[in-house]
C-alpha cells in the first residue's frame, strides 16, 4: 500500500505546515521506538556511526545543506561544526523518541526550542525533507536492513511531525 508521504518527500509541504503537532498513532510511537532502540543497541558507537551517516547522506542528497555547517567558510570550519552536529543529532533524536506520547504540548514545546536555535542558524526549512530521508538512510544501514513498510511509514509520521513543528518555529 501506498506511504504517507509529507515533508521527507515533499518540499512544497513546508507552505502548509500546521500550527499544532497531531496526534501520532500508539502503533506509529511503538514501532519508531522499536527500531530505534534495535539500532542503537546494534554497536557501542551508534550515536557517532549514526550521525556521520545522516549528516553525510543529507551532504550527498543536497549539498547546499553544507552551507549550514559553514563550509563556505573553508573545509576545517565545516568539519568542526559537522563534528558537533553529527554527535548531537542522534541524542537529540532519542529525546524526541523517549518523550514522545500523550503529551504533546511538551513535546511541541522542546521542538520550538530546536527551531529557534535552527532559526538562528538561518537554517534553510526546505533542507529538512533531505535530513528524514537521511535519517531513514542512516537507521537502515545501523539495523543492516531495510525498514518494513509498515517501519517507514510509522517514520515518516513522527519525522514529518517534527519536521513540521521546528519549520513552523524557524518561519515564524
Known amino acids: 500500500h501506498q506511504s504517507k508521504k509529507l515533508l521527507i518527500t515533499s518540499p512544497s509541504r513546508i507552505q ?3 500550527m499544532m503537532m497531531k496526534e501520532i498513532t500508539f502503533t506509529n510511537i511503538a514501532l519508531v521506538v522499536e527500531t530505534w532502540d534495535a539500532a ?3 554497536d557501542k558507537e551508534f550515536e557517532e556511526k549514526f550521525g556521520y551517516k545522516a549528516v553525510k547522506q543529507m551532504f550527498e542528497m543536497e549539498p547546499r545543506t553544507k552551507s549550514v555547517f559553514g563550509y563556505d567558510k573553508g573545509e576545517d570550519n565545516g568539519n568542526a561544526h559537522m563534528e558537533i ?5 542522534p541524542r537529540l533524536i532519542d529525546s524526541i523518541i ?3 506520547g500523550p503529551d504533546v504540548e511538551f ?8 527551531g529557534d536555535r535552527h532559526r538562528a542558524m538561518n537554517v534553510n526549512p526546505s533542507f529538512f525533507p533531505f535530513m528524514g530521508k537521511a535519517l531513514l538512510v542512516a537507521l537502515e544501514d545501523s539495523l543492516r536492513r531495510k525498514l518494513t513498510d ?3 511509514e510509522a517514520w515518516e509520521e513522527v519525522y514529518d ?3 513540521n513543528v ?5 518561519l515564524a
Not at 166 to 170: A, P, S
Open 98 to 100: 523517549q518523550m514522545l
Open 161 to 163: 511531525e517534527i519536521a
Open 16 to 18: 502548509s505546515i500546521k
Open 107 to 114: 513535546v511541541e514545546e522542546i521542538l520550538g526550542q530546536v
Open 40 to 42: 542503537r543497541f546494534t
Open 166 to 170: 521546528i519549520v513552523k518555529k524557524i
Open 150 to 152: 509498515e517501519e517507514r
Open 85 to 89: 552536529h553529527a554527535k548531537a543529532f
